[in-house]
């Protein structure tokens, strides 16, 4: 069997047991007891929906990974123990420090056991950065189909990258294949009207997954540097600007909220599936320029990069033009 042909039956197969355990669980109400998530005021949603897809995803996930690229056992291991702590605050609640100090352990494992062989400084970069996108996918996980589209779109980009690219990696490409085949596999029951929303157990799981196959390709050669922030731009451009406002507010950016672009074109009537469908075609297009210039010249690829980040900054003006039209209008007596 083709490196291509494993990668796409990997990916099948992830799909259809994800979907499979997400079916019990709702089927047997079971879903609803292992957690529930309740529409408050900052919610995008009106009725109780079970957060579980971490249920569905993460365990398939873990099994590929051990599998197919048991090289990247302790990626698997990180996995498995972000969504067990992660489930754990789904029920019950955690502080944010004991939740932050999970990621960061995490984050911390992959860099120390394989670190790249750059200087610390680039180590202590890389670190942050995994942390954010570990949070920025938690952050993005508010709307139906949203994260869990954005996840079989840029991982499977990364399944591509690492079957075609510079230096083809088939372990990395297969467990990549596996993530975007468990996302499909949720996104079935998460697309609008969601039955089912990720949870925690699988956001933060999928932005460390993220940050950890996109540093493991860096690391290995697949793709420059640049690749996993231009696959996830969309995701990390949002949530970046949304944090920053935030924090120059002096506000708690972990807190719940309704401030995201995403969550701006919901509330101004685009629709929770008319939104995800528009942010599936701006991460498509990124991804498709990430692929084209991994064949071009370092430079032509930091250009691209650039490029990309202004035809994003710009959509997010268009957003807060419209924002600022739409409250102008609801303050009229």
């Known amino acids: ?47 109780p929906t079970p957060r579980v897809g971490g249920w569905g995803m993460m365990p398939v996930i873990v099994l590929a990974i051990l599998i197919l690229a048991p090289s990247m056992w302790l990626i698997a291991v990180g996995v498995a123990f972000l969504a067990a702590v992660s489930q754990i605050d789904d029920r019950r609640g955690l502080p944010a420090r004991v939740r932050f100090a999970a990621h960061f352990v995490a984050v911390m494992a992959v860099i120390v056991v394989y670190p790249a062989p750059v200087p610390w400084w680039c180590l202590a970069g890389l670190v942050f950065l ?3 996108l570990v949070n920025l996918y938690n952050f993005m996980d508010g709307s139906d189909g949203l994260a ?22 088939r372990e990395l490409s297969w467990a990549c294949a596996a993530v975007a085949g468990a996302a499909a596999g949720f996104l079935l029951f998460n697309f609008h009207p969601a039955k089912i929303f990720l949870g925690d157990a699988g956001s933060i799981p999928s932005g460390f997954l993220a940050g950890a196959l996109g540093y493991w390709g860096w690391r290995g050669g697949a793709w420059p540097v640049w690749f996993p922030a231009l696959v996830f731009a969309p995701f990390i451009g949002d949530a970046s ?37 528009t942010w599936y075609l701006v991460m ?9 210039a991994l064949a071009l010249s370092t430079a032509l690829q930091w250009g691209i ?6 035809v994003l900054v710009l959509m997010g003006a268009a957003i807060d033009v419209r924002w600022r039209h739409f409250q102008s209008l609801t303050r009229q007596p």
Not at 14 to 26: K, W
Not at 154 to 168: E, H, I, K, R
Not at 256 to 275: D, F, K, P, S
């Open 148 to 169: 869990g589209g954005m996840a079989l779109f840029g991982f499977g980009a990364y399944a591509v990258a690492a079957l075609f690219g510079p230096a083809p990696m």
């Open 130 to 132: 995994m942390l954010w």
């Open 241 to 277: 600007v949304t944090l920053i406002r935030r924090l120059l507010r002096g506000e708690k950016f972990w807190q719940a909220h309704r401030e995201h672009y995403y969550q701006r074109m919901v509330r101004l009537g685009t629709g929770h599936a008319a939104t995800a469908l």
């Open 1 to 47: 069997m083709s490196i291509s042909l494993c990668a796409a039956v990997t990916a099948v197969t992830c799909a259809a047991l994800c979907a499979a355990v997400l079916g019990v669980l709702l089927k047997t109400g079971l879903a609803w007891r292992l957690a529930t998530d309740i529409p408050n005021e900052r919610s995008l949603h009106e009725r």
């Open 305 to 310: 990069v650039a490029g990309w980040a202004v």
């Open 284 to 292: 498509f297009a990124g991804i498709i320029l990430a692929l084209w």
